[in-house]
């Protein structure tokens, strides 16, 4: 078997390496003897024997194909037709195949506080339109609230002491538009 740090190597040769779709057609005619997925670190690669030569399954890039976990492999080399396979663990070191993203935990984050936020708002949209439907709403004319406003603010002006009086300009009414 190839050893764990041959399939470390990003350069690898590329005889070395088969592909998925490669695989797929050696194991149809039954020509893959074994296959073994071999843990190392962070992850899982695969080796397949092939005759008398040994090849890891690659990316369709031509780098190694590495795996977070044995199922993952386990899964591709069935669907690729392969019922059996050998599990090597002994190099196996736990870890990371990529780096953490915290960025993208923080998007995740925000997509739910925005869908939490959403619910919240339709909901008050729907109890407004009940509200309306029910005939619970109370309805007030735009002038006759203007007009309150504007002796409110006026009182308000006088009894600060200010001597003024305070003009405000009216908007037009909506009913007017």
Do not use: C
């Not at 998925?20 to 039954?30: I, K, Q, S, Y």
Request: cysteine-free.
């Amino acid at each position: 078997m190839i050893p764990v740090s041959f399939i470390r190597v990003p350069n690898m040769p590329v005889s070395a390496l088969i592909k998925l779709e490669n695989l797929r057609m050696l194991a149809e005619v039954g020509s893959i003897h074994t296959a073994t997925i071999v843990g190392q670190r962070g992850g899982y690669a695969v080796v397949a024997r092939v005759g008398l030569q040994e090849r890891t399954l690659a990316t369709k890039y031509g780098r190694v194909r590495l795996f977070s976990s044995a199922d993952a492999a386990a899964k591709v080399l069935r669907e690729a037709g392969l019922g059996q396979a050998t599990l090597d663990f002994t190099h196996y070191e736990p870890g990371r195949l990529r780096a953490a993203r915290p960025d993208t935990t923080a998007r995740f984050q925000r997509a739910a506080e925005a869908l939490e936020h959403d619910a919240w708002f339709r909901d008050q949209v729907q109890q407004s339109l009940d509200t309306v439907r029910d005939g619970r709403a109370v309805w007030h004319d735009h002038d006759a609230l203007f007009d309150r406003l504007e002796a409110h603010a006026a009182q308000r002006v006088t009894e600060r002491g200010a001597g003024r009086t305070l003009k405000v300009a009216k908007p037009s009414s909506p009913k007017a538009r």
